[in-house]
Each structure stands twice: as structure tokens, then as C-alpha cells.
């Protein structure tokens, strides 16, 4: 493998020419700061957002979704510090608020707000709501997925740092006695995840935040930090932000914002411990962590090796000669069958270019199986299923595709 800045440059170029991400508005010059998603790219943020809803929501009991608005009274960025103290430092010395301003309403009535900086706040914001309508047992969290928006100076290093990006955030309410014992249960569950989905431990880093750089909310705080080919850089945060939040919008908007435990019978502003995951730096880590470059067949090849169900594709189906009626007829009977008995895999009918173009093309998108239909699956019913990573093929019957590549 080349140098790290060689290697930034590759990923980049292979994510416009693979249909990954592109340059926020291309054809005017771009957009600093803002980057399109194409089909393979948005595939594969679906596919992370999926399984981490799958763990942290549908896979506990004590987990709540929500989907907030994106502008919220401006009232609630006030409370919880954004609108003085959400800002970086201009080169001339002084204060730039990076929050994004709009107007709502018009004339003499427009307010003026803020696109969301985060998502958490939208969560602090309905908590009561959350009390009145699931009467949720403490502990209990919120979660959310969406987009946020930082006026960055400078934004940089491709999607790692952007003014419109989407984050992956839980608040977890709980006693204040308790914090240390889920915040402990939290950095594992975090680190587990982010390893299982594909994410090199090898460069994954726990660092333990100093209480002068901590945000004015935390007490604690551990970024988990990953060597990318730029540096070691923040990918996801664990903070405990006590009872800060809750207690501010208490006291600033009258609401009661409290939780009364029927069990002790006793009334009290929760604490709240927060996962938070950047999802366009978890694809940009998958992407360094999956990219290498071999040869195989004494050809050279450039390979993401992403994990089947973190691959944008799973299975890419081919006829051998796309000028053959009986093989592509079979080849998309096949493919039907495929989307038809599995609604959870991503796959591909490919006819384009040589069979070998097709292999070093399903390569770079990281799909891990292709299954190729010739003249002897006419004959038999079996079908060449090639291997991602070590090129090996073999036949089966077509039926037991997703038995063989167990994505069934």
C-alpha cells in the first residue's frame, strides 16, 4: 500500500467513479463543505443505519426512536448553550458562531432560528412527551437518526468534516447513582458494535477527554478515535452530560421535566448518558478499512473488503455472454428468485462489459459473491459462485445460492 496521502486520494477516486459520493453540486464548481451520496454510498449509510437500529433500538427493550424536527424554537438553542457558546475561533481573533441561521415566518413577524447543530437536543426537548405517552421504567433511552448542519470554517478531509453530515445519537436516562456503571456498559456496547461492523480495531483508540477540553454539559467524556490516512481523528463520543440538559429546559420553560419512580416514590431530574455516532466518518472508516489492492490471475486489482452485510451488494448475478437469449433469461429468472426470497439482500443483475470487467467492477464496490450463469446451468441447474476475497469459485444448484453464501 502507498503512502497515507496516496491513499486518501484512491478512496476519493474510487468514490466518485463507483458511484459512492460525489462533490456537492458538481457542474457549478461544487460546494465546500457539502458532498452527494450516489446509489453504492447510500446503500452502504442504509446499511450501517440498519444495523445499529437493529442493535440499539429494536434489539433492547429499552429504547425509544424518534424523529425530531430540524428546526426547533430557537428558544431551545438558547437553553442549552449553542447561542453563546457555539463557536470556533477566526483567524483575526475572534468568535465565529457556526450554527446555521434561518428565518421563519415572514415580514415583520420571521424568527429568526437555526438548523440543528445536533440531534440530541430535539430528544431533551420531547422528553415529557416521552413520559405521557410510554410511561417508560427508568432506565430508558431515546434514539435518533438524522441530519445536522455546522457552518465549519474549514471544512475538510473529504466527508469527515462537512457542514451538512448525519448523526446516529442515543440519550440514556438514568439515577445519577448508576452513571458510572452504564456509562461502563455503554463504552462496550459502542466499541463492540463499531468492531463488528467492520471498522479496524487496530486503528480504533479510546481516548479519555481532559475535564479543560470536555463540552461545558460532560463530566465525562471518551471519544473513540481511528487513524485515518489524515491522522488519528474523533469518529464516535461517549459523554455523560448529567442532568444539565433536562434541568435547563426545566427551569427555562416552566415544563415539568422530572420523573417520579413509583417503586421509591421519589421525584427527580434524570441523568443522561449519550452514545454518539458520526455516520459519515463510520463510512469513511469502513471505506479505509475495507480498501486494499492485490493481484489475482496476475492482474491487479483494487478490492474493498467490506463485510456482506455492510456491502452495498451481496450477490451481483451475471450471464456469461450477454449476446446469449438463453443464458440472460436464465441469469434474470435467477435474479428474481433471489430478490423474491430475501428481502434483506442487496443484489444486481449485471450484463456489461467482459465477465472479467464485471468481477474487478463488483470488486470495488465490495460485493462478496457473484454468481455467474453459463451453458452448463442450462443443462443442470448449478451455478459458478465466485468468492470476493480469495477469488475461488465452485458450483452449486441455484437454489441453494443463499444457503452457500449464507445471506438466506
Known amino acids: 500500500m502507498e503512502d497515507k496521502t496516496d491513499l486518501m486520494q484512491k478512496i476519493v477516486s474510487l468514490c466518485k467513479r463507483r458511484g459512492f459520493v ?3 453540486s458538481e457542474i457549478y464548481g461544487g460546494f465546500a463543505g457539502f458532498w452527494d451520496y450516489g446509489h453504492y454510498g447510500l446503500m452502504l449509510k442504509q446499511n450501517i443505519k440498519n444495523l445499529w437500529w437493529q442493535k440499539f433500538v429494536r434489539g433492547r427493550e429499552d429504547l425509544f426512536g424518534i424523529d425530531s424536527a430540524i428546526i426547533l424554537n430557537p428558544k431551545v438553542w438558547e437553553t442549552s448553550g449553542h447561542v453563546s457558546g457555539f463557536s470556533d475561533p477566526t483567524q483575526d481573533g475572534g468568535r465565529f458562531n457556526t450554527m446555521f441561521q434561518t428565518s421563519v415566518g415572514a415580514g415583520e413577524d420571521a424568527v429568526t432560528s ?11 426537548a420531547n422528553f415529557k412527551n416521552y413520559l405521557d405517552a410510554f410511561s417508560p421504567a427508568l432506565p430508558f433511552g431515546i434514539a435518533q437518526i438524522g441530519k445536522a448542519f455546522r457552518n465549519e470554517i474549514s471544512p475538510r478531509d473529504f466527508i469527515f468534516r462537512t457542514r451538512e453530515f448525519e448523526q446516529m445519537e442515543i440519550e440514556y436516562f438514568i439515577k445519577e447513582k448508576n452513571w458510572q456503571e452504564f456509562f461502563e456498559e455503554w463504552r462496550k456496547e459502542m466499541k463492540g458494535w463499531i468492531e463488528n461492523i467492520g471498522v479496524d480495531p487496530a486503528r480504533l483508540h479510546e481516548l479519555e477527554v481532559p475535564d479543560k477540553e470536555r463540552a461545558h454539559y460532560s463530566k465525562r467524556t471518551i471519544d473513540f478515535e481511528f487513524d485515518f490516512p489524515f491522522g488519528r481523528k474523533e469518529l464516535c463520543g461517549l459523554a455523560y452530560r448529567t442532568d444539565f440538559d433536562l434541568k435547563s429546559h426545566m427551569e427555562a420553560s416552566s415544563a415539568d ?7 421509591t416514590k421519589e421525584k427527580f431530574v434524570p441523568h443522561c448518558i449519550e452514545p454518539s455516532f458520526g455516520l459519515d466518518r463510520l463510512v469513511l472508516a469502513l471505506l479505509v478499512s475495507a480498501y486494499d489492492e492485490d493481484e489475482m490471475n496476475g492482474e491487479k ?13 451481496q450477490i451481483a448475478v451475471f450471464p456469461l455472454l450477454r449476446n446469449k437469449p438463453q443464458l440472460v433469461e436464465k441469469a434474470r429468472g435467477i435474479y428474481q428468485k433471489l430478490k423474491a426470497n430475501s428481502s434483506k439482500l442487496t443484489d444486481i443483475f449485471d450484463d456489461n462489459g467482459n465477465i472479467g470487467k464485471r468481477y474487478r467492477r463488483q470488486d470495488e464496490i465490495g460485493t462478496p459473491f457473484c454468481v455467474t450463469i453459463d451453458f452448463q446451468t442450462l443443462e443442470d441447474d448449478t451455478v459458478t459462485i465466485r468468492d470476493r476475497d480469495t477469488g475461488e469459485q465452485e458450483r452449486v444448484l441455484s437454489g441453494e445460492i443463499l444457503q452457500f453464501t449464507k445471506l438466506g
Request: glycine share 6%.
Open 22 to 24: 460525489f462533490p456537492g
Open 114 to 124: 437555526y438548523l440543528r447543530p445536533e440531534t440530541a437536543q430535539g430528544i431533551f
Open 257 to 263: 421535566l422530572s420523573y417520579f419512580d413509583e417503586e
Open 301 to 313: 486489482r483494487i478490492v474493498l473488503r467490506l463485510k456482506p452485510e455492510i456491502a452495498p451488494v
